[in-house]
């Protein structure tokens, strides 16, 4: 069996680094969001399901300190299936041709206590597919609008939220409703001080230089990953009824 992904000993059990794991699903988060949003929505649990450490990585300059977290074979399978694209399905599917490598190597066929244990995997294997399948199936519109969000850096334009949430209209309409909405103000497309002070707007301010005249400023207006989803909620709304400011968050 070719080594896709390497299982190594730690703290004397086998072990799949997370890193490497991420890296071989090709996620498009980076890792720490990844490990971390996992870990907490899948209820994975310290000292049983991963351990975390520190790894020192010299560079040529020094060196930093990076947190690395080793799974569990079944940590690692239930990420797998959770990934919800092919690199995961192949990720599960070598981590159980592994753990029969190990059976094969460790257990004694013919002890009853062992027959028993394996039907009671089997059986819980089988729960842990059904359940992460249904998941997969909820999460699937949550994972479209993250990557759709993602793709476009932490802060959008106006013009690029309309596209981001689907709506049926483009960034002159957009800046209308939200004057009419009384979220910008009604003279100008700024968002009104509350709703900045909410974390769903920034503003960003840049000089531009002109020669032979005195330089100007201009205010662009950006809306943040946490307004994405106010937006959706207020303009759109078949998105919001599948997200979450959590879950998504």
């Known amino acids: 069996m070719n080594e896709l992904i ?71 399978k239930e990420l797998s299936m959770v990934e919800g694209n092919e690199k995961g399905k192949q990720a599960r599917r070598y ?34 597919r059904l359940a992460a399948e249904k998941q997969v199936s909820i999460l699937a519109p949550k994972a479209d609008f993250a990557d759709r969000a993602i793709d476009t850096g932490h802060l959008t334009d106006i013009g690029q939220a309309a596209k981001i949430l689907k709506l ?6 957009f800046f209308e409703k939200l004057r009419q909405d009384g979220i910008f103000f009604k003279n100008r497309n700024e968002p009104k001080q509350e709703y900045i002070e909410r974390g769903y707007f920034e503003l960003r301010e840049k000089e531009v ?3 032979n005249h005195p330089s100007f400023m201009v205010t662009k207006v950006l809306v943040t990953q946490k307004g994405l989803y106010w937006l959706s909620k207020k303009y759109d709304g078949s998105l919001a009824k599948v997200l979450s400011p959590i879950s998504v968050f």
């Open 6 to 76: 390497p299982i190594s000993e730690r703290n004397g059990q086998k072990a799949v680094s997370a890193r490497l794991l991420h890296e071989f699903l090709e996620s498009k988060q980076d890792f720490s969001n990844w490990i971390q949003n996992r870990i907490k929505k899948y209820g994975l649990v310290e000292n049983q399901d991963f351990s975390s450490f520190n790894k020192i990585i010299e560079r040529e300059t020094g060196a930093t300190i990076r947190i690395e977290y080793a799974l569990t074979i079944d940590a690692a």
């Open 209 to 211: 230089p002109r020669n």
């Open 168 to 173: 049926p209209f483009g960034r002159n309409t």
């Open 95 to 128: 981590f159980i041709e592994c753990e029969k490598s190990l059976h094969k190597t460790q257990l004694d066929f013919s002890n009853p206590d062992t027959v028993l244990m394996l039907a009671q995997n089997w059986k819980d294997e089988q729960t842990k």
